[in-house]
């Protein structure tokens, strides 16, 4: 079956400008993911989704960072202004059950480069 | 917060030579899951542990789980070139901290010199 699909795969973007990245989860999947990974580091989170939910946004960096997941599947990350600090490769991952104790399916990455 | 922190960074082996990484945590797990992102890909899931002390093997690979669970070290034997690789732990806080947040040590690059 389909994995995780996020797009765009590539992002360029000049400094203040917004950016939306999307993330398509497995279907079913109850828990939806962000995570930024810079380079040469572990990803870290950045928010969590339990079905149209937010439960957790504690890891996104500023408030120009905004996560949405309206219908309970798909999910968009927004990042107004953007800022050189902000190039990362933004990962989304989905799992089937809710909480963290499960299996993370990871999408293939967002690399967002701002200029 | 929980800080998960994994060593060796780097480790280049000849083909053949086995490997460990290891993880520390510096609170207590519920729960650990290792991770393997290629060069250029995206973590893979490899393994969770659950239980104090649990050994799991996957062929080459062995995974353990500290007594106290704060430590978990994963084990390749005989390293081939397809082990090439960054290996990542990553644990959540006991259930009730109220945070669902899975933290990522910051991996252990491997190199395989054929």
């Known amino acids: 079956g389909a994995g995780v699909s996020q797009s765009p795969r590539y992002k360029v973007a000049k400094r203040g400008q917004d950016v939306a990245l999307r993330c398509d989860p497995i279907s079913g999947h109850v828990s939806l993911f962000w995570y930024q990974q810079a380079l040469g580091q572990g990803p870290e989170f950045l928010t969590y989704f339990q079905n149209e939910a937010q439960l957790d946004k504690s890891g996104l960096p500023s408030d120009r960072f905004f996560a949405e997941r309206p219908e309970g599947s798909v999910s968009t990350l927004k990042i107004q202004r953007t800022q050189q600090e902000d190039s990362a490769v933004y990962l989304c991952a989905s799992s089937l059950a809710a909480g963290t104790p499960y299996e993370q399916y990871f999408g293939p990455g967002t690399r967002l480069t701002v200029t | 917060g929980q800080q998960v922190m994994q060593i060796p960074q780097y480790q280049h082996v000849q083909e053949g030579e086995d490997f460990t990484t290891y993880c520390n945590s510096s609170t207590t797990l519920s729960n650990i899951q290792w991770y393997k992102q290629r060069p250029g890909g995206h973590p893979v899931f490899l393994i969770q542990?659950?239980?104090?002390?649990e050994v799991k093997k996957q062929k080459r690979l062995t995974f353990q789980f500290g007594e106290a669970k704060k430590n978990s070290s994963l084990h390749i034997t005989a390293t081939q070139t397809t082990d090439v690789g960054t290996y990542f732990c990553?644990?959540?806080?006991?259930?009730?901290?109220?945070?669902?947040?899975?933290?990522f040590g910051k991996g252990t690059k491997l190199s395989v010199i054929p």
């Open positions: 542990l659950v239980k104090s002390g």
């Open positions: 990553a644990g959540p806080g006991y259930p009730g901290a109220g945070s669902y947040q899975l933290t």
